[in-house]
């Protein structure tokens, strides 16, 4: 089967011929459909977590496809199922990681991997999906959208009336002001550098769109005190800001990746008194619960995803597609396996 391997970072994926290895115990083999490319796979590429000791490796960690075979003890799901493949953990069994081979060595793959025609994933890291969803939308639901939501929900805590700051309105930013929006938090306030983004999150229900280019516009909003801020872009001066942003009692919630030697400084006092601050690790996403709940809303018309959908390339076509993602261009960018006209 074809697969993108990173070989090397800040080098383009490697699209090469990887076997497909037999099943061991809690694993299954899923035929993919479609595969989403969020930061942290620019991040592996990039090495901004650090030095990557897993090289050559596969990547990406949220999908959709089809279940052709499961391993021994697996029984969440059966063949011809369809699931949403994700990085957070459900129920079922943790495999170990599969062992792909690619020109007569072993090439490392974690408990999910989706830059791949096939993938053998840990039972935990699927959701089956009822067959009547797009393969295109569900694959949002193994990251972006989960985790935009989850921060909203279980994160954040977010009630009706309670205002907002998102900084970063792009995969997961536009999620979470679109779980605003479904708690009518009052204002929300979008903030991005790209104006396209603006559009779209003003398209998906925010109340004010602050273009961060301009850095008085930013600062105008500075004295509102925010109840909750989210920043999705782990920058070190913007999770400053978020902090900043934020209300005396309020949440600054850090959702973006930090360069692995980069710290911020922030003035502590206001934690004395109710001010919280921490990271969100994916949304505190359960995708056995959370999944098909976002599935009622989508089939609803209470959730947009086929709106997120900016971009669409087939696998032959990944490094575009990730150099598409990394200047921004994109709103959700997603890889479809096999032929794009099928
Ligand atoms: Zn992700």
Redesign the pocket.
Known sequence: MKAAILVEQNAPLVIGEVEIPKLDVGQVLVKVKYS?I????LDEISGKKGKDLFLPHLLG??GSGVVIDVGLGVNKVKEGDHVVLH?MKGSGINSFPPKFMWDGAMVNAGCVTTFSEYTVVSENRVTPIPTDIGFDVASLL???VT?GLGIVFNNANLKPGQSIAVFGVG??GLNVVQGAVLVNAYPIVAIDIYVHKLKQAMAFGATYRVNATYLEDVEVWISRGFDVVVETTGDRNIRQMAYEFTGNKGKTILAGVPHHQERITIDSFPLHFGHQIFGSH?GDTQPDIDIPRYIQLYKLGKLKLDEQITHRYSLDKINKAIDVVRKGLAGKCVIKMGKMKA
């Open positions: 989403g969020c930061g942290s796979q960690h949220e990085w193994g990251c972006a985790t995969g997961v994916g």
